[in-house]
T-cell receptor
Framework: GESVGLHLPTLSVQEGDNSIINCAYS??????FIWYKQESGKGPQFIID?????DKRQGQRVTVLLNKTVKHLSLQIAATQPGDSAVYFC???????????FGTGTRLKVLA | KAGVTQTPRYLIKTRGQQVTLSCSPI?????VSWYQQTPGQGLQFLFE???????NKGNFPGRFSGRQFSNSRSEMNVSTLELGDSALYLC??????????FGPGTRLTVT
């Protein structure tokens, strides 16, 4: 199957600090990207999306940045809270494929 | 609006058996995708259906199959279960704009 990596990187941040989670995507033709949050025992939860004609999009406490030149996506979480502790995945979709390709995921741990 | 629902939530089967999982997408969503999630391989795409037609398929053996009904509900079937099929099976429904939302998953354990 298509998936990237076997090891889950971990990011530990202090409560109240800002978090930045990075993702390298694989297909330069991908034109739509989504960030998901997955808590233990639950399905992935849609956080924010961005299309390839944009380089930044803001939501509530979250910002997604897209750098198409280096095929890089980042998720910024402002004022990180304990409830933000989860695994975060980025997903890309190349046009016309009707499928989403997921990154390895990053575990975010918020320290009190 | 109700989210994506999956049944059953948990399932224990024996090697060699078959299993059918069900997914009801968000009302109005016509695209349904299935994924397998394991600790070692992450989220892997199984297949996608739209208006009862499979539009794409991942790299899984033929033991994995699916279908979609006229009301957009979908089922996936795994025949001749193997220990390695133990995983969380996730269904996602996609809006016309491409926003994909996941259900809670079915945890399948094969013994």
């Amino acid at each position: 199957g298509e998936s990237v990596g076997l090891h889950l990187p971990t990011l530990s941040v202090q409560e109240g600090d800002n978090s930045i989670i990075n993702c390298a995507y694989s297909n330069s033709a991908s034109d739509y990207f989504i960030w998901y949050k997955q808590e233990s025992g639950k399905g992935p939860q849609f956080i924010i999306d961005i299309r390839s004609n944009m380089d930044k999009r803001q939501g509530q406490r979250v910002t997604v940045l897209l750098n198409k030149t280096v095929k890089h996506l980042s998720l910024q979480i402002a004022a990180t809270q304990p409830g933000d502790s989860a695994v975060y995945f980025c997903a890309e979709t190349p046009p016309g494929t009707y499928k989403y390709i997921f990154g390895t995921g990053t575990r975010l741990k918020v320290l009190a | 609006k109700a989210g994506v629902t999956q049944t059953p939530r948990y399932l224990i089967k024996t090697r060699g058996q078959q299993v059918t999982l069900s997914c009801s997408p968000i009302s109005g969503h016509r695209s349904v995708s299935w994924y397998q999630q394991t600790p070692g391989q992450g989220l892997q795409f199984l297949f996608e259906y739209f208006s009862e037609t499979q539009r794409n398929k991942g790299n899984f053996p033929g033991r994995f199959s699916g279908r979609q009904f006229s009301n957009s509900r979908s089922e996936m079937n795994v025949s001749t279960l193997e220990l390695g099929d133990s995983a969380l099976y996730l269904c996602a429904s996609t809006s016309g704009a491409g926003e994909q939302y996941f259900g809670p998953g079915t945890r399948l354990t094969v013994t």
